[in-house]
């Protein structure tokens, strides 16, 4: 996946230098950022906070690196630094680069590799940016939401923990919550606390450590948090009618990964009516599960207020452009038997996944596809084969309108095979490639011209 990244460093150069790379970025070649899951593929990301800022989502995750000799905890979180992405239509992520280095942290004595769950929020012209480390959370602040964030002095006093989730009320004011869950009134000025810290009664301990995530929604205060039932994490919420209670436990947001990737952690958002969930699992790293990935779908509210289960996909959110390489790998839905994912390259997983199709009659469903305007007139599909085959490309239904029969010649190097398109569809569809003989072929991507 390409992303568009940018980096800070200093102040003044910073401006120019970002607006430069933007206009660079924005000048080559279209943007490949993708809308499936995971949201990053150049790097670990996880623990994800999405908030919205004028008009784009801003997603503050933190970043997992694998520790190496003098640096960090073999076998445990490795975590130096943040930063930040953000996406005006949840496709395409701008990656604007180091955010906060724990170096740059003036109360840390030590480095901690343990720079864990952040969040962001906005109130009276700056951007308050909060994070754990050592044992303590601080803020750190900016006037804009991609930084430079300035650390304060000191960590947040009276407040002892991990996970910081702020929640800013109608009338200004804003709480801290934090751990397994404790809460406390934050000062005006956002880096002090204006109450004493309060363990939030009636959630369902034990199992509780991490992860509060607090919002408000038509005068429902929700709290979401990780719960540790059974070996792993899944996401439960409890609502109440003021930010510190008392909660009534609610439901699961989020059943434990079947990867079997201990920790969850999200946040929830709303961007242009519809709600989302971020949160993380461990795509890009199977086989240990401090490396995480975050991921993102989307979540839907009963009329009652409650919160219907999220269900984890590959697809993701987003509208992907047909001109550009549709990942069906990160399927919306796929046939019972005859479809499997590998990685494109175990040893270069940043690379991702591909789709392997071995049945007759095999299907893959990829939804939200954008065909624009433009008549496109071919699908190019980049394939391997070690049989041969033939791929049929339809919309709307496993058996709606036939857009290609794509012959694919058996050669188990990879190369792109093109056919001509018999209809030409606008606008946006679900996309349908079916296996229509008993063979096996594997499909990196397909897109349109
Ligand atoms: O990322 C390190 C820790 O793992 C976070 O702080 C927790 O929420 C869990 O995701």
């Known amino acids: 996946m390409l992303l568009k990244s940018v980096n800070y460093k200093s102040e003044k150069i910073q401006f120019s230098r970002y607006s430069f790379i933007l206009i660079i970025l924005y000048l080559i070649g279209p943007n490949r950022g993708f809308a499936q899951n995971p949201l990053i593929l150049d790097q670990f990301t996880a623990d994800p906070t999405a908030r919205v800022f004028d008009g ?5 995750p933190s970043h997992d690196i694998l520790a190496s000799p003098g640096k960090g905890r073999p076998g445990w979180f490795c975590m130096e630094d943040y930063h930040v992405f953000s996406s005006e239509n949840l496709t395409d992520w701008t990656d604007h680069g180091v955010i906060l280095t724990q170096t740059e942290v003036p109360w840390l004595e030590r480095k901690t590799y343990s720079m864990w769950a952040p969040d962001c929020v906005y109130k009276d012209g700056q951007y308050y940016f909060y994070f754990p480390t050592g044992g303590r959370i601080g803020a750190a602040i900016a006037d804009k939401p991609y930084g430079p964030f300035k650390p304060e002095q000191q960590p947040i006093a009276g407040v002892r923990g991990i996970d910081p989730g702020v929640l800013i009320d109608k009338d200004g004011s804003a709480y801290l919550f934090w751990g397994g869950i404790s ?6 000025n956002m880096v002090e606390l204006d109450s004493q810290p309060q363990r939030i009664a009636n959630l369902p301990r034990p199992g509780l450590i991490e992860g509060p995530f607090p919002f408000k929604r038509n005068g429902i205060y929700y709290l979401t948090y990780p719960h540790e039932v059974n070996g792993a994490e899944r996401l439960e919420y409890s609502i109440a009618s003021s930010p510190t209670g008392p909660y009534e436990w609610k439901g699961v947001i989020m059943d434990q990964s079947v990867s079997g990737c201990w920790t969850n952690h999200h946040s929830i958002v709303e961007f ?37 289960k999220v269900i984890p996909t590959l697809r993701g959110v987003g509208i992907t452009n047909a001109a550009g390489e549709i990942q069906i790998d990160r399927y919306s839905a796929v046939s019972p038997e005859g479809v499997t994912v590998a990685f494109v390259d175990p040893n270069q997983k940043q690379k991702g ?16 596809v954008d065909f624009g305007r433009e008549k496109l007139k071919s699908v190019s599909i980049k394939t391997s084969s070690s049989t041969g085959g033939v ?14 029969k794509v012959n694919i010649a058996d050669n188990t190097d990879w190369s792109v095979v093109n056919s001509n398109l018999s209809e030409n569809p606008s606008g946006a569809h679900d996309l349908f490639v079916m296996l229509k003989d008993t063979k096996t072929v594997e499909i990196d991507w397909i897109k349109f011209e």
Request: hydrophobic content about 40%; aromatic content about 16%.
């Open 56 to 60: 784009r989502v801003y997603v503050y």
């Open 353 to 368: 996944w591909k789709a392997i199709l071995t049945a007759q009659n095999a299907w893959i469903r990829y939804n939200k």
């Open 391 to 404: 791929i049929d490309i339809r919309i709307d239904a496993v058996d709606g309108p036939l857009l290609a």
């Open 183 to 188: 809460v406390a009134k934050l000062k005006d």
């Open 272 to 308: 242009k009516g519809q709600w989302y969930l971020f949160y993380h699992d461990r795509d890009l790293s199977p086989d240990f599960d401090k490396n995480r990935s975050i991921r993102a779908d989307y979540l839907y509210f009963n009329d009652d207020g409650t919160i219907q």
